[in-house]
């Protein structure tokens, strides 16, 4: 798909998409729940899922949508994490993962209990484009219309940046 016609239904998707003014990645989220009819909550990554672990992905399960997310990051990168992940659900994206790459992620979750996992680590394919640029066009609206904020705490630098390298296939071993 070409970037302008990807452009153009991202921003058509934008149109009916109900953001809160001002903006707060909580209510965007219940606010979505409530449409959809469905719980979505979300979890910060299990500790120990690894360094090849993406900073973040959404698991739908029979009863629910969860987006876990990257806990070490600084608020901002938090909520762009968030933002991709609820594109994806947006979108109707559906990408099934194998149950190895799952159980090595959630151990303690039975797989038979999940519907599907959409985790990413690298943006290759449409849909990944779409759902990255949906979030930037939600986080460019929303930063048209609120005040800076302070950055928060500092993560952890290095490890931010190696995470980003391995998303853009340029990660070191």
């Known amino acids: 798909m070409s970037l302008r016609r990807l452009r153009q239904q991202c921003e058509a998707r934008l149109r009916e998409i109900d953001v809160p003014d001002p903006f707060d990645i909580e209510v965007f989220c219940a606010r979505l729940a409530e449409r959809r009819g469905r719980p979505l909550q979300v979890l910060p990554l299990p500790e120990g899922v690894g360094p090849d672990a993406p900073c973040g992905f959404w698991m739908a399960t029979h009863r629910r949508d969860i987006v876990f997310v990257e ?81 928060g705490p500092a993560p952890d630098i290095a490890a931010v940046l190696n995470r980003a390298a391995r998303t853009l296939g340029q990660g070191r071993d």
């Open 71 to 151: 806990a070490a990051t600084s608020p901002l990168h938090r909520e762009h994490i968030i933002l991709h992940e609820v594109a994806h659900i947006i979108c109707g994206h559906a990408e099934e993962v194998p149950v190895d790459t799952f159980a090595r992620l959630l151990p303690h979750l039975d797989a038979d209990m999940v519907g599907r996992v959409l985790g990413r680590t690298s943006y290759t394919t449409d849909e990944e484009r779409e759902a990255e640029l949906l979030a930037s066009l939600i986080l460019a609206r929303v930063r048209r219309a609120r005040p800076p904020q302070s950055p």
